[in-house]
């Protein structure tokens, strides 16, 4: 009988088969990690359980996807995401092209009796703006509490455009943010405080750098070979955007420029690091220590398997404040986690698919084995062979089955929700396009009432819902509330509609810091190092 349960798990096993990975979207919160994947079978958004703690639960489950209403993410889509936690639940606020190319932003919210997601809206934000290219790669920062959302992506010319959401203004174009040619669609942005940085692949040898000034400005460079010329911003033209005659003293290894994506994250020291799935598979890190970029060895010894795709897709949940650092990427045909909490290494490991602490075990004392099947007659081995043959065709038609029960709710509770008026839109953002009735009240968040001082995200100060302006804002969207003395959003996106010539005499004289907040490096590479 042992040997029969054996081979009937194996035969299980074969059945759930691997990870097929498009693009990863990952993110922590003051609970733990999470992340999202495309499946580039299905379409579908696989997800870790929104209720895990600290290390990510990945059901093998492909019929386990995130709901989607009036906007499918297209297939082969980028993905973006940023969560948080409040007194009841987590939440995310995730970001995909749709059919139409148009930036859709979902705000789901956790089942935790379940672990699954529940779509509460989804939101054009890209209307107003630059169309995308369909092929862009989306990466988002949340500032926090009144400053909001910014999105990046690329237009069919490769130029990298910005787009924001803050409780004043909702979702709005800020503008360009580099003209510098580009390799590859992939993008990748982190920050701390009112830091952000933004890569992208610059060609077969370097990648490129924008960072968010204090002069509004977005400073360029690029590594392991910089840019020639001072004071190279977003101003820039393309045309006077070239390397330097100087000699890189490192070279990024198995870089060809076509990376699917960019890992970027920052820690404690604000030692700002960018990871990349090599063209032999191996995952690399280049960082930024004592204002200058080298690469980074990795000594622990499967602290970072090979991957499965060169060149392909990998997330980072980072949080800067705490020094939390995890990988996602597929090894082995399954999701794996590269742990560096604290910049230090440990072996990687395959996501577990349910919580241990919750599986039943069955004693070993009920079940006895039958050795080399002695006793049993012919027959009998003939009727179990046949029985395990017909249990596998079994749950694999239980599967199909089960994938089209789940597909045909989704479809009449989303046909029960428009016939009760109940739009799972239910917003229009100023600018974007309509995406469903806004009938839901101002402050109505699906039964969750809007509560001032959330659980804080490291690094971010001041979350929070924002005040909802009748039909105008996202439901359930937090923003950023910029600490006393700093520059904000308006101020940023007032910038990028002055005149030309006022930009030029910004770039020649730019604003400065009060000096007791001014950081030791304003222009150039290197990490953030504050003056006391």
């Not at 203004?169 to 982190?190: L, R």
């Amino acid at each position: 009988m042992a040997r029969l349960t054996s081979l009937f798990h194996i035969s299980i096993w074969l059945l759930a088969g691997h990870v097929s990975c498009g693009s990863i979207a990952a993110w922590w919160n003051t609970r733990g990690p999470s992340f999202l994947m495309q499946d580039d079978d299905t379409g579908g958004i696989l997800y870790s359980l929104c209720n895990s703690n600290h290390t990510p639960i990945f059901p093998d489950d492909k019929t386990l996807a995130a709901p989607f209403y009036n906007h499918i993410p297209k297939n082969k889509t980028s993905l973006a995401a940023a969560g948080w936690t409040d007194s009841d639940t987590a939440w995310a606020s995730m970001f995909y092209l749709d059919n139409n190319d148009e930036i859709i932003n979902t705000l789901l919210k956790c089942d935790w009796n379940t672990g699954h997601w529940i779509n509460t809206g989804e939101y054009i934000t890209s209307g107003g703006s630059p169309k995308a290219s369909p092929t862009s790669a989306l990466s988002v920062v949340l500032l926090g509490a009144t400053d909001g959302y910014r999105v990046y992506y690329n237009d069919i010319e490769g130029t990298l455009h910005e787009i924001g959401y803050t409780t004043s203004s909702s979702w709005a174009y800020y503008g360009v943010v580099s003209n510098d040619k580009t390799s590859a669609q992939a993008i990748g942005s982190t920050f701390s405080k009112k830091n952000i940085t933004v890569m992208r692949p610059r060609d077969d040898s370097n990648i490129g750098v924008s960072r968010l000034n204090s002069d509004n400005l977005w400073h360029l460079s690029a590594f392991p070979e910089p840019l020639a010329g001072n004071n190279i911003t977003n101003i820039t033209s393309s045309s006077n955007l070239n390397l330097s005659t100087s000699t890189a003293n490192f070279s990024l290894p198995a870089w060809n420029g076509n990376a699917s994506a960019l890992a970027v994250s920052i820690d404690n020291a604000y030692t700002r690091s960018v990871f990349y799935i090599g063209s032999d598979s191996n995952i690399y890190q280049a960082g930024n220590k004592n204002y200058r970029w080298s690469m980074f060895n990795q000594t622990v010894s499967n602290a970072w398997p090979l991957a499965d795709t060169a060149g392909g897709a990998i997330g980072v949940a980072n949080a800067f404040g705490t020094d939390i650092l995890r990988l996602y990427y597929v090894s082995g045909g399954k999701v794996v986690e590269a742990n560096g909490d604290g910049g230090t290494w440990v072996e990687a490991t395959v996501l577990a698919t349910q919580n241990a602490s919750q599986v039943s075990t069955t004693s070993g004392a009920n079940s006895t084995d039958s050795g080399d099947g002695e006793g049993l007659s012919d027959g009998a081995k003939v009727g179990i062979a046949v029985g395990v043959t017909l249990g596998i065709i079994a749950v694999a038609g239980m599967g199909v089955m089960i994938w089209f029960l789940r597909y045909r709710q989704s479809k009449l509770d989303a046909k029960a929700a428009s016939a009760a008026g109940t739009s799972v839109s239910g917003a229009v953002s100023p600018g974007s396009a309509y995406v469903g009735a806004a009938d839901k009240p101002a402050g109505s968040h699906d039964g969750y009432a809007a509560q001032p001082g959330y659980a804080s995200a490291a690094g971010a100060e001041g979350y929070g819902y924002p005040p909802q302006h009748g039909a105008v804002g996202q439901e359930g969207a937090w923003a950023y509330g910029v600490p006393a003395g700093d520059y904000n959003a308006q101020q940023q996106q007032q910038y990028y509609y002055q005149q030309q010539q006022q930009q030029q005499q910004q770039q020649q004289y730019p604003q400065e810091l009060a000096e007791p907040e001014r950081p030791a490096e304003l222009i150039g590479e290197g990490h953030y190092k504050e003056v006391p």
